[in-house]
């Protein structure tokens, strides 16, 4: 800021800047702003990691189906650990876990860092892309323990409700 004021003799004085109160007063005003805006944050974050996740993992699931159309056979989706996810093909026990894209040698899948899985019975699609049984995966942010669902219906669509 450019101030100009005249001085009691008349002669014209200029100041430039700003005083040292307006600049703590400007940092003060701005670190009340971040303090009160990082809860916030976090909170949008976590949330947005869980349902992130929650779109990873419906992308795997629609991934099996599409390959047991492809194959034409039966693929069932295994849940190996509460971090990883596996496609078996023809069967869940006795099958032979697909390897490819994304996977490693055993045919594993990691789903996304601080999220955790679980189901209650393995789906398995068919060659004409339907899911026997249908499935509910329920996802937790293991940081937060807020949990998502990602739901596969007997037709083998793949819904996050």
């Known amino acids: 800021m450019h101030r100009s004021a005249r001085s009691c003799a008349g002669r014209l004085h200029s100041s430039a800047g700003f005083s040292l109160a307006e600049l703590i007063m400007a940092i003060a005003v701005i670190g009340i702003l971040s303090a009160m805006a990082v809860p916030f944050f976090l909170r949008y974050y976590q949330s947005a990691t869980l349902k992130s996740g929650a779109q990873q993992v419906a992308a795997m699931l629609n991934q099996a189906r599409e390959l047991a159309i492809k194959q034409n056979g039966n693929v069932c989706v295994t849940l190996p650990s509460p971090t990883t996810m596996r496609y078996m093909r023809n069967d869940c ?53 807020a949990t998502l669902t990602v739901s596969v219906a007997a037709s083998g669509r793949v819904t996050i409700p």
């Open 93 to 145: 026990a006795a099958g032979t876990p697909w390897t490819g894209a994304g996977t490693d040698a055993a045919g594993n899948m990691n789903l996304p860092p601080g999220i955790s899985a679980t189901v209650a019975a393995n789906p398995i699609f068919n060659y004409v892309g339907s899911a026997l049984p249908a499935a509910v995966y329920t996802l937790t942010n293991v940081q937060t323990g």
